[in-house]
């Protein structure tokens, strides 16, 4: 068994970064009571919208990430690094889930970043 065989299902760094073309089926959400704020998954992301939470939010020295709900594609990468390289803070809900969940209807579109939120 080679040393680093535990890494091969790791996907490869992203290429170059794109951005979302529809609504999603799964969308991302940090646990951010679980997240340590390594970013491990940042560099990961396709389209970028992975992000430290703003300092004053918790006012501790090392923040846990945040997804812009409204740009994730779904892709689960992000998932699978946090659960296979550092901690598992980040679970992939279908789409239908988190807009009831979180009241926050997401779109086709990429703006608001965070997406509209429901009456």
């Keep these: 068994m080679a040393t680093y065989d535990h890494y091969k299902s790791i996907p490869a760094l992203p290429a170059k970064i794109t951005k979302k073309k529809k609504k999603p089926k799964m969308v991302a959400v940090v ?3 679980n997240c340590t704020g390594c970013q491990v998954c940042v560099p990961f992301c396709p ?3 992975i992000q430290p939470v703003p ?3 918790y006012n501790i020295p090392i923040p846990p990430v945040q997804i812009r709900f409204n ?3 779904g892709c689960q990468i992000c ?3 946090c659960t296979q390289l ?3 803070a980040i679970d992939m809900l279908p789409t239908a889930q988190f807009e009831a969940q979180y009241k926050i209807e997401l779109s086709d579109d ?4 965070y997406g509209k939120t429901k009456s």
């Design 31 to 33: 646990d951010e009571d």
């Design 47 to 49: 389209v970028d919208c």
């Design 55 to 57: 300092g004053h939010k």
């Design 71 to 73: 740009e994730c594609i």
């Design 79 to 81: 998932a699978r690094v």
């Design 86 to 88: 550092t901690w598992d």
């Design 110 to 113: 990429i703006e608001p970043a």
